[in-house]
T-cell receptor
Framework: AQSVTQLDSHVSVSEGTPVLLRCNYSSSYSPSLFWYVQHPNKGLQLLLKYTSAATLVKGINGFEAEFKKSETSFHLTKPSAHMSDAAEYFCVVTLTGGGNKLTFGTGTQLKVEL | GAVVSQHPSRVICKSGTSVKIECRSLDFQATTMFWYRQFPKQSLMLMATSNEGSKATYEQGVEKDKFLINHASLTLSTLTVTSAHPEDSSFYIC???????????FGDGTRLSIL
């Protein structure tokens, strides 16, 4: 069985300040982990993925995430928030590269203020 | 690459009608497509997994006679909500994957409102 916990349902930051969205996972086997972003009334866009290669994964729009097996974490970070980053972010785990069932976290709503 | 188109983006219809939603992979062949449902301010719930040329696999609690899924080609899957009622109102999202170990690519979703 696998599961994902997103510790914060809402995160608010000021524009230009760092972003940290937390995610912890539970998996019986070596997981593949993803971060997706969803803007209002839109589908999901893949930000980045971890599939057992480098533990520090760089994604689009300046986001990156670090896989820490000892902490079972896959937190998403960005050095400097932009207004356009305001959206819902989902941490996702699967046992394979993503073609099989995905298990979604409950999501974190990121708000970026001026 | 890996663009998934979902149509229509929004549907408003009367209770009792059937609604068909299309999901197309525009620039790749999708061996597997997935259908999700998302309630307001909640995460995505997988409804069914669809493989081209075979019957869809439905998740527990999802009525297969209510939500008909057809995956007739490697680029098209359809979800038909039959005899829709207000409780079927939701945001439906499809995704497609090229191969078993490739990430899923999502459509923009369909907002279904049943009056």
């Amino acid at each position: 069985a696998q599961s994902v916990t997103q510790l914060d349902s809402h995160v608010s930051v000021s524009e230009g300040t760092p972003v940290l969205l937390r995610c912890n996972y539970s998996s019986s086997y070596s997981p593949s982990l993803f971060w997706y972003v969803q803007h209002p009334n839109k589908g999901l866009q893949l930000l980045l993925k971890y599939t057992s290669a480098a533990t520090l994964v760089k994604g689009i729009n300046g986001f990156e995430a670090e896989f820490k097996k000892s902490e079972t974490s896959f937190h998403l970070t960005k050095p400097s928030a932009h207004m356009s980053d305001a959206a819902e972010y989902f941490c996702v785990v699967t046992l394979t590269g993503g073609g099989n069932k995905l298990t979604f976290g409950t999501g974190t709503q990121l708000k970026v203020e001026l | 690459g890996a663009v998934v188109s979902q149509h229509p983006s929004r549907v408003i219809c009367k209770s009792g009608t059937s609604v068909k939603i299309e999901c197309r992979s525009l620039d790749f062949q999708a061996t597997t497509m997935f259908w999700y449902r998302q309630f307001p301010k909640q995460s995505l719930m997988l409804m069914a997994t669809s493989n081209e040329g075979s019957k869809a696999t439905y998740e527990q609690g999802v009525e297969k006679d209510k939500f008909l899924i057809n995956h007739a080609s490697l680029t098209l899957s359809t979800l038909t909500v039959t005899s829709a009622h207000p409780e079927d109102s939701s945001f439906y999202i499809c995704s497609a994957t090229k191969q078993g170990n490739q990430p899923q690519h999502f459509g923009d979703g369909t907002r279904l409102s049943i009056l």
